[in-house]
C-alpha cells in the first residue's frame, strides 16, 4: 500500500467521523461504507457508556468530531510532505499501548504508525476497548490491506521492534523495565495550564470552561490551573462555566466532588464553589477532578517565566500568546504529546 493510498483511507475515515460526530445519519455510499456498517460504528458510543461511566455521549461525539477536522486533506498532505516517508513495504512492527482516559486518545499513535508505512501491534486501554477497535474494522472496510497492518494483542506482547507507551508516571517505570531495551516513547503524567491577563471578555472565558470540563478534565490537554492576574474577580469564572453545571449529573465526577468538597471541608482549608466545580488557590498544577487550582501573579512576565521552567511537566498552555482559549481540545496532527515528534521517531 502505497502512501497516497494511506491518506485516502485517512482522509475518507474523517469523512465518517464528521457525520458521527456532528449526528448526522448515513446518507449514501459516498462515506465508503453501507449505511448498517455505518449504524455499527454508530452503535458503539452507548455501548462504551456502558463499560466507561465517563464517555459520555456529548464527548464521545466531540471526539470524533474533533478527529475529523484534525483529519483534514490538506492538512494530512502538508504533515506527511513534512517528512521523507518511506513509500514502500511496512518496516517495522510498533507496539502502541494506549490511554483510556479519553475516548480514542489512542488514534493520534495509530494513525502515525499507519501512515508512516509501519504495522501496529495495538494494545488497548480497558477504559477504552469498544470505540477504536470498531474505528479499525471501519478502516479496514475503507482499505482492505490495513488489515495485514494492525495487529490486535490479546495477551502478552510479542515479536515487535519499537514501542510506543502511554501512562502514568508510575506506570511509566513499569514501562521502561519492561520496554527499555526497545526504541520507545514512554509517556507520563502531563497537565495544561491558562494564563489570563485580565481583558478576556465573558464569551472568551466561556472557551475557557471548555479547556477545563471537556471530557471531565481527564485528559493531559485540558486546564487543572489557571494564572490570573492580582485582582481578577473569580466570581466571572463561575459565572462563564455555568454552562457546564451539567456534569456533575455525571455519577462518576459527582462522586468526585462530593468527595473532594467534604475532604476540603474536614481539613479545613479554604475553598470556593458553585456545586459542581470546586477553586482553590494552590500552587501545584495538578488538581484533582472537579476542582481548578488558581495562582495570582502580578508580573505576566515573570509568570511566563515560571510556566516556560514547566514545560516537562506541560501538555499545552492556554493564553492568547499560545494556543486559544477554548482550543485545548482541539490538537493539530503536528500536535504531539509530549511534544515527542511520533512520525520522526519512527523514521
Keep these: 500500500m502505497d502512501l497516497n493510498a494511506r491518506i485516502s483511507a485517512f482522509v475518507q475515515l474523517a469523512k465518517i467521523f464528521g457525520y458521527i460526530g456532528n449526528s448526522k445519519s448515513w446518507d449514501g455510499h459516498h462515506l465508503g461504507i453501507n449505511e448498517e456498517e455505518f449504524k455499527q460504528l454508530e ?9 466507561n461511566g465517563w464517555f459520555e455521549e456529548i464527548f464521545v ?7 475529523a477536522l484534525m483529519l483534514d486533506e490538506k492538512a494530512l498532505n502538508n504533515w506527511v510532505n513534512s517528512y521523507e516517508l518511506n513509500n514502500s513495504e511496512p518496516l517495522k512492527t510498533v507496539a502502541i499501548i494506549m490511554a ?8 493520534h499513535d ?18 477504552d476497548n469498544i470505540l477504536l477497535p470498531k474505528v479499525i474494522e471501519t478502516l479496514c472496510l475503507l482499505n482492505p490491506e490495513f488489515k495485514e497492518r494492525i495487529i490486535v494483542a490479546k495477551g502478552k506482547l510479542e515479536h515487535f521492534d519499537a514501542v510506543i507507551a502511554t501512562g ?3 506506570t511509566s517505570r513499569y514501562f521502561d523495565y519492561y520496554f ?13 495550564v491558562a494564563i489570563l491577563d485580565g481583558n478576556e471578555t465573558d464569551e472568551q472565558l466561556k472557551l475557557l470552561a471548555d479547556d477545563v470540563f471537556t471530557y471531565f478534565g481527564m485528559g493531559c490537554r485540558n486546564v487543572s490551573k489557571v494564572y490570573l492576574p492580582k485582582g481578577f474577580g473569580l466570581d466571572r469564572l463561575f459565572k462563564a462555566f455555568f454552562h457546564y453545571h451539567w456534569v456533575v449529573n455525571n455519577k462518576k465526577y459527582g462522586n468526585n466532588y462530593d468527595y473532594q468538597r467534604a475532604l476540603l471541608m474536614m481539613n479545613k482549608e479554604p475553598f470556593l464553589e458553585n456545586g459542581f466545580f470546586i477553586l482553590r488557590e494552590n500552587t501545584s498544577l495538578h488538581s484533582p477532578l472537579a476542582t481548578l487550582h488558581y495562582e495570582f501573579y502580578e508580573q505576566k512576565s515573570v509568570i511566563n517565566k515560571v510556566v516556560k521552567s514547566l514545560d516537562n511537566q506541560l501538555q499545552c498552555v492556554v493564553s492568547f500568546k499560545n494556543k486559544g482559549l477554548g482550543e485545548g481540545q482541539c490538537p493539530k496532527l503536528e500536535d504531539y504529546p509530549d511534544n515527542i515528534d511520533v512520525l520522526n521517531f519512527l523514521k
Excluded at 43 to 51: F, H, L, M, Q, W
Excluded at 180 to 192: H, L, Q
Design 61 to 67: 461525539r466531540l471526539a470524533f468530531k474533533n478527529l
Design 110 to 127: 495509530l494513525l502515525c504508525v499507519l501512515i508512516s508505512g509501519n504495522k501496529a501491534l495495538v494494545k488497548f486501554s480497558s477504559d
Design 180 to 192: 527499555g531495551k526497545y526504541p520507545n516513547i514512554i509517556r507520563k503524567n502531563r497537565t495544561s
Design 168 to 170: 502514568s508516571n508510575n
Design 43 to 51: 452503535a458503539t458510543i452507548p455501548v462504551a457508556k456502558i463499560y
Design 100 to 107: 483510556g482516559n479519553v475516548p480514542m486518545v489512542g488514534f
